[in-house]
């Protein structure tokens, strides 16, 4: 069940690099409870709008919202998580340590722990490894790791299947099942057709 009000929102969002539209005007609602896949040809711009509503670039026209206030850098500390292609973490630093500076930045989900985080994403065993020693797949099962260790309600996730099996994209999916069951909301972007367990997610199409 979806929550009344928005989470997320865009309105008349746009973005041109060097005059020339990359997006736009793009318009959507993001409420607790639901996932949203976006969707568009290469080029389209799906991981230019995820750099725009993380704050990373800013926006030609248009606005975003969250929670129904006017989004900036620093209302967004813990509220949203962002996992893209660069992952974010430290490669000399463990699985452990790497979740421990980002609990420490934003605090951790009510009833969590870092170890549990990493044991429910397969991790048990590798949690004091350093980073960069495990494999991509493993690399990218901590960055999910961070996904359920921190309160943040949005997620907003940049290609989250890349470099899994097909074990670690049923994982991908039951973990955005859970937090939307919990009232949280995530905006998805994939170029592989990724068939969701339950319902499917509404679908957002990005055109220049």
Known sequence: MTSPSPLLEARALCFSRQDEPVFGPVDFALHGGEVALVEGDNGSGK???MRVLTGMLHAGEGEVLLDGAPFALDTMAGAVVFLGHHLGLKFDL???ENLAVSAGLYGVRAGTS???VLGD???AGFEDEPVRRLSAGQKKRAALAR???LPARVWLLDEPYANLDREGIALVNRL????????????VTSHGAVTFAGDEPRRIRLHA
């Open 121 to 123: 994403v397969g991790l």
């Open 94 to 96: 463990s699985a452990r």
């Open 176 to 187: 955005l099942r859970d937090h939307a069951a919990r009232g949280g909301a995530a905006l």
């Open 47 to 49: 991981t230019t709008l």
């Open 114 to 116: 870092i170890t549990a």
């Open 147 to 149: 996904l359920l260790l």
